[in-house]
């Protein structure tokens, strides 16, 4: 997939950590898988049952018993709803760090291509579960898509801080804006905004990969080929020109006849690409 080669793209852009590059980087792997297991382990310890269910003496009255019965459910629903969502968190997070894992190993083997590294299986086999749904606010009043509580106040004060120049506190603000709402309408605008906010402080790798997480976030979405063009440009900041000129390219195939498309030809030819 070209999204796939795009993050790979980024990944040889971006410095590795000191951890790759050192004698340590086994053990390192050996203590993050080990953290993983023991994680799932927990998990299944609390899917163990501790005790019997609640019974009651037959001779409690049917309203009694249907009150008990009730409470019980509502019991049983809050705690497999937690469980649910601790296993789908470990299950992300574990995915991710063998992901990673893949990467560090692949990049300490001279024989390993990054390029040719298959997609990172998901740990315990399936598919990724899906992100938990946002519980949202009265829509707006234009039909647009539906905003969490606070979700708007949060990235207009993040929005503002960059239209102020206050580009570090922008770069905070946009980071935790995306932590809080990693799936929301405005998600992909506040990666690229975070970008921008990076690329002005003269942090272009951080930016970078911002800028790709941007264009993931909502690949046809409106910010889709601004992201897609500051990504290729800020690999070309980066040196990687050969990636730079592959992800510019991308743009003007993807949206052609978009502004997008005619500066990144633009950074193409001053890249001197082929």
Request: aromatic share 4%.
């Amino acid at each position: 997939m070209r999204v796939t080669a795009l993050a790979t793209a980024l990944a040889l852009a971006l410095p590795l950590p000191a951890a790759a590059q050192d004698s340590a980087t086994l053990a390192d792997i050996r203590q993050e898988l080990s953290v993983l297991y023991v994680e799932l382990q927990t998990l299944k310890r609390e899917l163990s049952t501790t005790g019997g269910a609640q019974t009651l003496a037959p001779s409690t009255s049917l309203i009694d018993r249907v009150n008990v019965i009730e409470s019980e459910l509502q019991r049983l629903t809050a705690k497999s709803e937690e469980l649910e969502f601790r296993i789908d968190s470990v299950v992300k997070d574990g995915t991710n760090r063998l992901g990673d894992i893949q990467f560090r190993v692949c990049e300490i083997d001279p024989a390993c291509d990054i390029a040719k590294l298959p997609e990172t299986p998901v740990l315990g086999g399936g598919t990724l579960p899906a992100a938990p749904a946002v519980q949202p606010a009265a829509p707006p009043p234009d039909g647009g898509p539906e905003l969490a509580v606070g979700e708007k106040a949060d990235f207009d004060r993040a929005k503002a801080e960059f239209d102020q120049g206050s580009f570090r506190a922008a770069a905070d603000q946009f980071a935790a804006f995306v932590q809080t709402y990693p799936a929301g309408p405005l998600t992909a605008p506040a990666h690229l905004h975070h970008g921008n906010a990076l690329t002005e402080l003269g942090e272009i790798a951080p930016a970078a990969r911002a800028y790709l997480e941007a264009f993931s976030a909502d690949p046809a979405g409106a910010e889709a080929p601004m992201a897609l063009l500051r990504l290729g440009q800020s690999l070309g900041r980066l040196g990687q020109t050969n990636e730079a000129c592959i992800t510019l390219g991308e743009v003007g195939t993807r949206f052609p006849g978009s502004a997008a498309a005619t500066e990144a030809e633009a950074s193409r030819v001053s890249l001197g690409c082929l």
